[in-house]
C-alpha cells in the first residue's frame, strides 16, 4: 500500500466522520444564540410593531385609518354590524330599505350589481349569467313570484351571508353598497313585471315614443 496516496482520502473519511457525528450530535438541543446569517436575503426585513413609531409618515405613527370604504378582513357576517352602524338582525327583518330610494342610489346598485351580481343572475335578472354557460347552475330569475314577495330586508340577508350556492358578499361589500344592490334588484324587477299603467301620465309620452323608436 502506498501510504501517501491513502493518506489525503483517510484524512477526508475521518474530517467527514466527525462533521456528521457534530451535526447529528445537536439535534434536538436548544440554544438562544441565534444563528449565523451570512446572507440575510428577504428572510429579514426591517417591519414596524403596532403602536410603535415611524419615520415613513409625517405623523411618526405606524398605526394608519383604514381607507374609506374597508372592511375588515375576518368579521363575522352573523354579527351586529356596529362598525357600519347598522344592525343585522333589524337589516334581516327590514319590510323596506331604511335608505333613500333615488336616482344615485340606483346607480350606485347598478355598479355593484354589474360587479358582483351579474355573471350568475345575468344582466337583466333573468338567471341565464355567462357563468351558466360553463356548467354552473342556473339561479332562480330575480323576478319569480317568491322572489317578488321577498321584503327587501330579506334579499340584503341573502346579499350578506349567501344562499345555497351563492357565496356571503358581506365581507366585500359595505351595508350601504349592498341595499343599493337591493334597489337594483327591485329596479330589475320593476322593468319585467311592470305596465305602461305603473308610468306617470306626463312621462308616458315619452316612453311610448322610445318604444316605437326601438321597434
Known amino acids: 500500500m502506498n501510504w501517501t496516496l491513502w493518506r489525503p482520502a483517510l484524512l477526508f473519511v475521518v474530517a467527514l466522520a466527525i462533521a456528521v457525528v457534530a451535526v447529528l450530535g445537536v439535534r434536538g438541543t436548544t440554544t438562544e444564540t ?34 374609506a370604504g374597508t372592511i375588515a378582513w375576518g368579521r363575522d357576517a352573523q354579527l351586529p354590524d356596529a362598525k357600519f352602524a347598522i344592525n343585522l338582525p333589524e ?37 341565464k349569467g355567462v357563468t351558466t354557460q360553463f356548467g354552473m347552475n342556473q339561479p332562480p330569475a330575480l323576478f319569480d313570484e317568491r322572489l317578488l314577495a321577498m321584503r327587501d330586508g330579506e334579499i340584503f340577508q341573502i346579499i350578506t351571508e ?6 356571503p358578499l358581506g365581507g366585500r361589500i359595505r351595508p350601504k353598497d349592498r341595499w343599493a344592490a337591493v334597489a ?22 315619452e316612453l311610448e315614443t322610445l318604444d316605437e323608436e326601438a321597434n
Open 34 to 67: 441565534p444563528p449565523r446569517e451570512f446572507d440575510k436575503g428577504m428572510w429579514v426585513q426591517p417591519k414596524a410593531k403596532e403602536q410603535s413609531t415611524s419615520r415613513v409618515f409625517a405623523d411618526g405613527r405606524v398605526d394608519r385609518m383604514p381607507p
Open 91 to 127: 337589516a334581516y327583518a327590514a319590510e323596506r330599505m331604511p335608505v333613500t330610494f333615488d336616482r344615485a342610489l340606483l346607480e350606485r346598485g347598478e355598479v355593484i350589481f354589474d360587479r358582483y351580481c351579474m355573471l350568475c343572475h345575468g344582466t337583466t335578472g333573468d338567471g
Open 162 to 167: 349567501g344562499k345555497n350556492t351563492m357565496g
Open 184 to 205: 337594483w334588484v327591485r329596479a330589475l324587477q320593476a322593468a319585467h313585471t311592470g305596465t305602461i299603467d305603473d308610468v306617470p301620465a306626463d312621462e308616458r309620452p
